[in-house]
């Protein structure tokens, strides 16, 4: 029934390439925002443990009437349990704040390499055990820069699936992404639509005006063109359903070259630099 394209991904699991982001949306709020997206048609949910709502995330999956395999769940690791134990403790109670007993994706969510000795490779061989164990059925890495891929190229036996990066008009990551193109790993574009910065540029409202599309449309239908894979975040019902409606217009010959022409480098970054956040939750 969807139009969703999926990705192939590097470990033979593949992955719808649109899916519905819940970073920001209360626990409370959580459950009904992503029953809205599972009535609108998606069938992929991006969560983490820091965004403290995967429990609403597992309950509108069991409420939906969906089977658990028709709907592709991600979650990351909260920054707070990079060391082994912590980690493997902490993959538990994501699984159990799901009601789940795998998720489809892994992350760690952060490389915080100004922490922990700047060791996320231990991290990282801790997540190889759960997919060993079937409990994650494919791991990835999020805000890994090209120096973070290339110590677990050289020091770990799993390649990433995916790299979950910032990636938007404004900030197009291209070393990362094409890094990642390079290497097989998947690229997951977060704050597609950079939490709504991009939409008024004069470049998106012209192409949406002359498509007869929203400029959410053509950022999000810009990412699908370029490979990404996008969760667009919302709680507002028409919103969730305007970000689903991709794939019945394709943009025009030169629109995709002025979209990339908007790229302000760092200066584009929304959120913190891979390379220098620190942040641990109290
Ligand atoms: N790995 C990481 O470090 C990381 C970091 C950030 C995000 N993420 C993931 O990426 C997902 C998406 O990123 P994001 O939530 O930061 O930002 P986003 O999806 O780029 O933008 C969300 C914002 O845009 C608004 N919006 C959504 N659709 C719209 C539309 N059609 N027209 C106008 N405004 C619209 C939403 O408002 P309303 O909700 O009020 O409608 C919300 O304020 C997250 O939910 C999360 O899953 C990951």
Redesign the pocket.
């Known amino acids: 029934m969807s139009a969703v394209p999926t990705i192939q991904l590097n470990d033979a699991h593949s992955i719808p390439q649109l899916g519905f982001?819940?970073?920001?949306i209360e626990p409370a709020e959580t459950a009904e925002a992503v029953a809205e997206a599972l009535r609108v048609g998606y069938r992929h949910i991006?969560?983490?443990e820091m965004y403290g709502n995967e429990e609403g995330v597992g309950e509108a999956i069991r409420a939906s009437g969906l089977d658990r395999s028709e709907v592709y769940v991600t979650s990351?690791l909260n920054n707070g349990f990079h060391e082994p134990d912590e980690a493997r403790r902490a993959f538990d109670a994501t699984l159990e704040a799901l009601g789940f007993d795998y998720v489809d994706l892994f992350l760690i969510?952060?490389p915080l390499p100004t922490l922990y000795d700047g060791d996320y490779v231990s991290t990282w061989k801790t997540l190889e055990e759960f997919q060993r164990d079937g409990r994650s059925r494919s791991i990835g890495v999020?805000?890994f820069q090209v120096a973070h891929l290339e110590r677990l190229a050289a020091d770990a036996d799993v390649t990433p699936a995916v790299n979950?990066i910032?990636l938007?008009p404004y900030l197009l990551n291209a070393e990362v992404a094409d890094y990642g193109r390079e290497h097989g790993i998947a690229t997951e574009a977060?704050?597609?639509?950079?939490?709504?910065a991009v939409?008024d540029d004069p470049v998106i409202t012209e192409i949406a005006e002359r498509l007869g599309r929203?400029p959410?449309q053509v950022v999000l239908r810009w990412h699908i063109e370029r490979g990404n894979i996008v969760?667009?975040?919302?709680?507002?019902p028409e919103?969730i359903r305007?970000?689903f409606e991709l794939f019945d217009f394709e943009l025009e010959s030169g629109d995709s070259e002025q979209i990339d022409a908007l790229d302000r480098g760092e200066k584009g970054r929304t959120?913190p630099n891979p390379d220098t956040l620190a942040y641990v939750p109290g």
């Not at 977060?190 to 709504?196: K, L, N, T």
């Not at 969760?231 to 507002?236: A, G, I, L, M, Q």
């Open positions: 982001g819940v970073f920001q991006d969560t983490a990351k969510h952060w999020s805000n979950q910032e938007h977060w704050s597609p639509i950079a939490q709504g939409l929203t959410a969760f667009p975040k919302s709680t507002t919103r305007e970000n959120g």
